[in-house]
């Protein structure tokens, strides 16, 4: 089986910084698309951004210019680089990635909570 591992969740200010991770672990033949998404309470969960195996990315417009995402292939691991931290963006950060496996599927982490206070 695959898993999608996140950390980096934590508790910020408003303008502050957090860096969040997500590791697939199993057995992993390669990933295509990595990517973040976000629900806060009562919302549906968007697309925050998005990277291709081959580093092409797209990002919703609520966070471009502040939002950096990037991945390390030979970990098998996505990054999400956030900065200018507004209290919007306060939710539950899920990782999404579609992982060619002994079960090649789409696969999502179980979420880390990112809350901006001000």
């Known amino acids: 089986q695959v898993q999608l591992v996140e950390s980096g969740g934590d508790l910020v200010q408003v303008g502050g910084s957090l860096r969040l991770s997500c590791a697939a672990s199993g057995r992993i033949s390669s990933i295509s698309f990595m990517s973040w998404y976000r629900q806060a309470p009562g919302n549906q969960r968007d697309l925050v951004a998005r990277i291709s195996n081959g580093g092409a990315t797209t990002y919703a417009d609520s966070v471009k210019g502040r939002f950096t995402i990037s991945r390390d292939n030979a970990k098998n691991t996505v990054y999400l680089q956030m900065n200018s931290l507004k209290s919007e963006d306060t939710a539950v950060y899920y990782c999404?990635?579609?992982?060619?496996?002994?079960?090649?599927?789409?696969?999502w982490g179980q979420g880390t909570q990112v809350t901006v206070s001000s």
């Open positions: 999404n990635a579609y992982v060619y496996s002994d079960y090649t599927g789409n696969y």
